[in-house]
Nanobody
Framework: QVQLVESGGGLVQAGGSLRLSCAAS????????MGWFRQAPGKEREFIAA????????YYTDIVKCRFTISRDNAQNTVHLQMNSLKPEDTGVYYC????????????????????WGQGTQVTVSS
């Protein structure tokens, strides 16, 4: 059974940076696209970024383009989210997730396109 564990969240001032990591167990990591979502208090979980199983292409929601970068290291079974120029509205719980279908480009930016989720890591950006 594949498990995903996020880390790297924390408290940061506006304009600062954080690097989130997601470690995956199992042998199939390199066969699946991966994504990051976030959920702010009182809001639905929203798509942030996704990366194909070989590292490209990548996809971003418009509100994080040019600020966030998703990457993966298949040798280490990890996916990262580098977040720069953070804003208070970036606050939320960040989740990594595995795209539902093997060897499929992650063009569907919705939660139900992903089947395995981590427990989340809290990111708080103060103004």
């Amino acid at each position: 059974q594949v498990q995903l564990v996020e880390s790297g969240g924390g408290l940061v001032q506006a304009g600062g940076s954080l690097r989130l990591s997601c470690a995956a167990s199992g042998r199939t990591f390199s066969s699946y696209a991966m994504g990051w979502f976030r959920q702010a208090p009182g809001k639905e979980r929203e798509f942030i970024a996704a990366v194909s199983w070989i590292g490209s292409p990548t996809y971003y929601t418009d509100i994080v383009k040019c600020r966030f970068t998703i990457s993966r290291d298949n040798a280490q079974n990890t996916v990262h989210l580098q977040m720069n120029s953070l804003k208070p509205e970036d606050t939320g719980v960040y989740y990594c997730a595995r795209y539902r279908h093997i060897y499929t480009v992650p063009t569907r930016a919705v939660a139900d396109a992903y089947d395995i989720w981590g427990q989340g890591t809290q990111v708080t950006v103060s103004s």
